[in-house]
T-cell receptor, first 113, second 115 residues
Framework: GNSVTQMEGPVTLSEEAFLTINCTYT??????LFWYVQYPGEGLQLLLK?????DKGSNKGFEATYRKETTSFHLEKGSVQVSDSAVYFC????????????FGQGTTLQVKP | EAGVAQSPRYKIIEKRQSVAFWCNPI?????LYWYQQILGQGPKLLIQ????????DSQLPKDRFSAERLKGVDSTLKIQPAKLEDSAVYLC?????????????FGPGTRLTVT
């Protein structure tokens, strides 16, 4: 079945460091790919998405490129801030296009000043 | 625009008791999802409604979990009887329509602890 695997956390970085959170997936068909973020005490929010191969999603300085050949959707940011501290979830849409999301286990990012 | 509302925010019960969670989606959103998020894991879909019809309940433990969305607006998720392994955050999400093109908006969740 479809699945998503994320790198283990927590990830601890200093402010202004470069961020990469790895995400790989297994899926039939051509799913859409998503990154969601959960800030402390808040609900899940969509950060960015990509709907087809080679698409790049971007938002708030974060980017991820849909790589079909490596079945990956790694999240990157050039310079993280303390306010980026949160849990990040990679997800894919089920191939039936019902909107059902399959999530990875989440990666906690902690940014220190 | 008001977001997805859920209540209660926290609930502690003993095993074998019953519990119910309520969700009010964003106005006009036809699709409603219930996810279960166990500590340290990503959310897992329990049930999806399109208006008041069930689209997917393949992951819902139907011997103890039930959900309804009467009138196609708000929804209730019930657990009866609860087990220790049901301790989790229950998330409700809604979207304008079903399909990957429509963003899902999540509520704050209900944190359930079963003792």
């Amino acid at each position: 079945g479809n699945s998503v695997t994320q790198m283990e956390g927590p990830v601890t970085l200093s402010e202004e460091a470069f961020l990469t959170i790895n995400c790989t997936y297994t899926a039939t068909g051509y799913p859409s790919l998503f990154w969601y973020v959960q800030y402390p005490g808040e609900g899940l929010q969509l950060l960015l998405k990509a709907t087809k191969a080679d698409d790049k999603g971007s938002n708030k300085g974060f980017e991820a490129t849909y790589r079909k050949e490596t079945t990956s959707f790694h999240l990157e940011k050039g310079s993280v801030q303390v306010s980026d501290s949160a849990v990040y979830f990679c997800a894919l849409s089920d191939s039936g296009n019902t909107g059902k999301l399959i999530f990875g286990q989440g990666t906690t990012l902690q940014v220190k000043p | 625009e008001a977001g997805v509302a859920q209540s209660p925010r926290y609930k502690i019960i003993e095993k074998r008791q019953s519990v119910a969670f309520w969700c009010n989606p964003i106005s006009g959103h036809a699709t409603l999802y219930w996810y279960q998020q166990i500590l340290g894991q990503g959310p897992k879909l329990l049930i999806q409604f399109q208006n008041n019809g069930v689209v997917d309940d393949s992951q819902l433990p139907k011997d103890r979990f039930s959900a309804e969305r009467l009138k196609g607006v708000d929804s209730t998720l019930k657990i009866q009887p609860a087990k220790l392994e049901d301790s989790a955050v229950y998330l409700c999400a809604s979207s304008y329509r079903e399909g990957a093109s429509y963003e899902q908006y999540f509520g704050p969740g209900t944190r359930l602890t079963v003792t």
